[in-house]
T-cell receptor, first 114, second 118 residues
Framework: GDSVTQMEGPVTLSEEAFLTINCTYT??????LFWYVQYPGEGLQLLLK?????DKGSNKGFEATYRKETTSFHLEKGSVQVSDSAVYFC?????????????FGSGTRLSIRP | GAVVSQHPSRVICKSGTSVKIECRSL??????MFWYRQFPKKSLMLMAT?????????EQGVEKDKFLINHASLTLSTLTVTSAHPEDSSFYIC??????????????FGPGTRLLVL
């Protein structure tokens, strides 16, 4: 079945460091891919998304490129800030339909040191 | 964008009692709502898809009689945890699909309800 695998955390970095959180997926067809972020004490928020191969999603300095050849959607940021400390979830939706469920990865906890 | 609310945000109950959690869509008429469960330091697990006017669709391994879902209107879905036990303690999150900035569909999540069963 469809699944998402992302790197296990926690990940601890210093401020202004480069961030990569790996994410790979298994799905039939052409899924839409997402990164969600959960800040401490808050609900999930959509960070960015990509709906087809080679699309690049970006938001708040974060980027991820839909790579169909490697079935990956790695999250990157060139210079992290303390405020980026959160849990990040990679996810996919198998069909472009509002009724299709979203499948989440296990989440990666990111902590940024000042 | 869409706003999804949940009530209560936190509930503590005794083992054997039933707890009802409400999920409201404030900006969209949602024919479909999703209920997730999140264990501590774990990912979200889809429990069921709530369909307005019809029965919910449950994921494999989720007990229908244990987790009753009612999608009473286009803006309200409820999840009732019946005869709750300590192992039901978890963070329950609902979500809806809405449209933002054109035709792109986006999933919006509620803030979650933390259930603690003593």
């Amino acid at each position: 079945g469809d699944s998402v695998t992302q790197m296990e955390g926690p990940v601890t970095l210093s401020e202004e460091a480069f961030l990569t959180i790996n994410c790979t997926y298994t799905a039939t067809g052409y899924p839409s891919l997402f990164w969600y972020v959960q800040y401490p004490g808050e609900g999930l928020q959509l960070l960015l998304k990509a709906t087809k191969a080679d699309d690049k999603g970006s938001n708040k300095g974060f980027e991820a490129t839909y790579r169909k050849e490697t079935t990956s959607f790695h999250l990157e940021k060139g210079s992290v800030q303390v405020s980026d400390s959160a849990v990040y979830f990679c996810a996919l939706r198998a069909f472009r339909s509002s009724a299709s469920k979203i499948i989440f990865g296990s989440g990666t906890r990111l902590s940024i040191r000042p | 964008g869409a706003v999804v609310s949940q009530h209560p945000s936190r509930v503590i109950c005794k083992s054997g009692t039933s707890v009802k959690i409400e999920c409201r869509s404030l900006d969209f008429q949602a024919t479909t709502m999703f209920w997730y469960r999140q264990f501590p330091k774990k990912s979200l697990m889809l429990m069921a898809t709530s369909n307005e006017g019809s029965k919910a669709t449950y994921e494999q391994g989720v007990e229908k009689d244990k987790f009753l879902i009612n999608h009473a209107s286009l803006t309200l879905s409820t999840l009732t945890v019946t005869s709750a036990h300590p192992e039901d303690s978890s963070f329950y999150i609902c979500s809806i699909t809405g449209t933002s900035g054109g035709s792109q569909e986006t999933q919006y999540f509620g803030p979650g309800t933390r259930l603690l069963v003593l």
